[in-house]
């Protein structure tokens, strides 16, 4: 499904780069194994107290077991008996205001928490093809749509031929607070292609592209051939 562990150091490039405010909502939506959720946490919990750093971020992902890893490499000895909150949840279903349920960890209760729009969104999201995405991701398709729709040019409707992490920055637009971040890891597919041109032109309009960061020594990812950039939306 296009996962690929971040590496740690990746993830704290990652985070490092982009936050700016400890206390605002940060999330990520494809969280897999937990390891930027992780990277959010520690970098609040250096500097401000351990519950306001716990209850300002957030992670989910689509599939429930990298969520079990998430959960248990989110454990400390000071977060006993206290909610990590890493849910279930598409990133394209994700919704400012709707109910997220937590269930407690020593005595099983339900606790509801909303989603509050985030000040930074910390993500490497997932490298899927074109010709699978229809197949993992049926509901994609739609977003390309919204984004004539709400720029109102059809010259930034996104070719079929783009790869998923190039539709979700336009959904991931609807849970971010004005004048908030977001710092995601993509493949660099888009470079140097026509749908590439487009993509860009698009978040153009909905961001402020700030950093643009690729590695000029060697790949980020070992297990993958794919080469990666760093985006910084705001």
């Known amino acids: 499904s296009g996962q690929f562990t971040t590496p740690e150091s990746l993830a704290k490039l990652a985070v490092t780069i982009s936050m700016e405010d400890l206390r605002c909502d940060a999330i990520d939506p494809a969280c897999g194994r937990g390891t930027i959720v992780k990277e959010l946490f520690v970098r609040k919990a250096a500097s401000i107290s351990t519950e306001e750093a716990l209850s300002t971020t957030w992670g989910s992902d689509k599939f429930a077991t990298p969520l079990q890893i998430a959960t248990f490499n989110m454990i400390e000895p000071e977060l006993g008996g206290k909610i990590v909150q890493l849910f279930r949840h598409d990133a ?5 205001g709707e109910s997220i349920t937590f269930q407690h960890p020593l005595n099983g209760e339900t606790i509801d928490r909303i ?3 985030m000040g930074l969104i910390v993500s490497n999201l997932p ?4 010709k ?3 197949k993992l991701n049926p509901g994609i398709d739609q977003i390309r749509q919204t984004i ?3 720029t109102g040019r059809n010259d930034l409707l ?9 539709y979700l920055p336009f959904y991931l637009w609807n849970i971010l607070k004005l004048g908030g971040k977001l710092s995601i890891i993509i493949s ?9 041109h487009t ?10 592209i700030q950093n643009i960061i690729t590695s000029g020594s060697k790949r980020w990812f070992e297990e993958a051939k794919v080469v990666t950039t760093i985006l910084i939306l705001k």
């Open 132 to 134: 699978d995405i229809m």
């Open 92 to 96: 394209i279903d994700l919704m400012v």
């Open 158 to 166: 996104l070719s079929e031929r783009t790869d998923l992490y190039g």
């Open 127 to 130: 490298f899927v093809q074109q």
């Open 199 to 208: 993509f860009f032109n698009a978040l153009g309009y909905y961001y402020d």
């Open 148 to 150: 004539v729709n709400v």
């Open 115 to 117: 989603l509050p729009e």
């Open 188 to 196: 660099n597919s888009w470079m140097g292609t026509e749908w590439g």
